[in-house]
């Protein structure tokens, strides 16, 4: 006799801990190839005169700062993961189940915008670059964290709504 086979609809359940450092891989993987992609390609391609004014340090330091910006967006996660810790449940009213992990991901977009804007207002007065190359910088790193943030939550929410029913 074989055991019975799981439903397909069945989705482990995730702690909100384990959420929060698949995706904070999945930042760090995706940055190293970017950021490297992304030197590779302006070696190439980019006049000389270009990358000596451009500064690749200063590139790579604005990238590195919305890496550290994108892993605060992390951090309602991992405080959701600490009272779940403690015995809270999830599905209480307290914590709001699903809704309360989308709360918690609104908020760390939140701070995801803000630490954007506030690390522009940084570079801007310690970086001798131009206030347009630095924009596009911290906007072209934004949209690309962003969109990466956002797809892995959005597809590991699930995982909530499962604990959420039970």
Request: with cysteine.
């Amino acid at each position: 006799m074989t055991p019975p086979r799981p439903d397909h609809h069945e989705s482990p359940q995730r702690e909100p801990h384990s959420l929060a450092i698949m995706i904070g891989f999945k930042i760090t993987l995706v940055w190293i190839i970017i950021l490297g992609a992304s030197l590779i390609a302006g070696a190439a391609f980019l006049p000389q005169e270009m990358l000596e004014t451009t500064k690749t340090s200063n590139y790579c330091l604005i990238s590195l700062g919305n890496l550290l910006v994108a892993y605060l967006t992390l951090m309602p996660l991992r405080h959701l993961g600490q009272r779940m810790a403690l015995g809270e449940n999830p599905s209480t009213p307290k914590s709001g189940g699903a809704a309360g992990v989308s709360s918690l991901m609104l908020f760390g977009m939140a701070i995801r915008f803000i630490g954007t804007i506030a690390l522009f207002v940084v570079c801007r007065y310690q970086m001798a670059a131009a206030d347009e190359l630095i924009a596009l910088t911290c906007i072209a790193w934004y949209l690309i964290f962003s969109a990466i943030i956002t797809h892995a939550m959005a597809t590991e929410v699930k995982h909530f709504d499962s604990a959420s029913e039970d």
